[in-house]
């Protein structure tokens, strides 16, 4: 990610944030319309956890950006 602008760091992880969000919301609704099973529970933590990656990931990009300006 070094070599990496910012724009393009906020990009990456805005991508993967909206990725993941939209599965995250998909497979929300199909557990609260039934799906009962583990693995759909399994799959909305995982989803959850991406989108946590990539919030953090913009987040630290622009906490490097405020560093560096310093």
Aim: hydrophobic fraction near 55%.
């Amino acid at each position: 990610m070094k070599n990496f602008s910012f724009n393009a760091r906020l990009i990456y992880f805005g991508a993967i944030v909206l990725f993941s969000l939209g599965f995250f919301f998909l497979q929300l609704s199909s557990v609260m319309n039934g799906g009962t099973g583990i693995g759909s529970i399994i799959l909305l933590i995982l989803w959850g956890v991406m989108a946590a990656f990539g919030i953090g990931g913009i987040i630290a990009s622009f906490a490097v950006r405020k560093r560096s300006n310093q």
